[in-house]
Every structure is written in C-alpha cells, then in structure tokens.
Nanobody, 126 residues
Framework: EVQLVESGGGVVQSGGSLILSCAPS????????IAWFRQAPGKEREGISC??????TTYYADSVKGRFTISSAENTVYLQINNLKTEDTAVYYC?????????????????????WGKGTLVTVSS
C-alpha cells in the first residue's frame, strides 16, 4: 500500500525554524518526485517546493525561496523552514508525482500528483 506520512509540524514563534519530514511507504524516491504544498486558512492549496532525486532538480516558489530548503536522505524528504513568519501558518502536505520524476521538478501542480499525505499543521505565533 502506498502511503505518505508527514511529521514535524507544531507551534513555533516567528523567526524560529522547523524541519518537516515526508516518509513514503510502498515506493522509493527513485520512482516518484516529492512535492510540498501548503494550505493556509481560507486560502487555496499552494505548491511550494519539489525534489526529484533522479535528476537532482528542485523547485521553490518565490514565496518561500531563500527560507525553505528541500532535501532527501534514506527515502525520506525533508523541508527545512527558517525564519518562520506568521504567514507560513498552514497545513503542509507532501505529495508524490511520477510525472516530475520523469521530467524533473517544476512548479508543483495539483493535477500532477499521484499520492498525498494527510498533512501536518504548522502554526507560527507572533
């Protein structure tokens, strides 16, 4: 059974840091690229980052570039978030894409994802 499990969310003060994890089961990172999305209260889900281990490509949305770092190790994908801002408060989801492992990472598109995790909540307090 294919599953994606996110962890690492929590309540953090503005300016702090977090590392989110996305652990797939039922497939390896050689088979699917992993993308991160987030959905803030009252807003649409936003694709923010992607990593494809086949060609080493990564992608960051302008809204997170310079503060977020995506990486992978031992079949787990990490999203390090530095200098957290209150506007980073959201549920963070990871998703797997067979399309992006074949063609490389791009701006994560909801329709290009094959599997989704259930999300982990990040709350940034001022």
């Amino acid at each position: 059974e294919v599953q994606l499990v996110e962890s690492g969310g929590g309540v953090v003060q503005s300016g702090g840091s977090l590392i989110l994890s996305c652990a797939p089961s039922g497939f390896t990172l050689d088979d699917y690229a992993i993308a991160w999305f987030r959905q803030a209260p009252g807003k649409e889900r936003e694709g923010i980052s992607c990593i494809s281990t086949n060609d080493g490509t990564t992608y960051y949305a302008d809204s997170v570039k310079g503060r977020f770092t995506i990486s992978s190790a031992e079949n787990t994908v990490y999203l390090q978030i530095n200098n957290l801002k209150t506007e980073d408060t959201a549920v963070y989801y990871c998703a797997a894409s067979e399309l992006y492992i074949e063609y490389g990472c791009a701006e994560p598109d909801f329709g290009a994802m094959d599997y989704w995790g259930k999300g982990t909540l990040v709350t940034v307090s001022s």
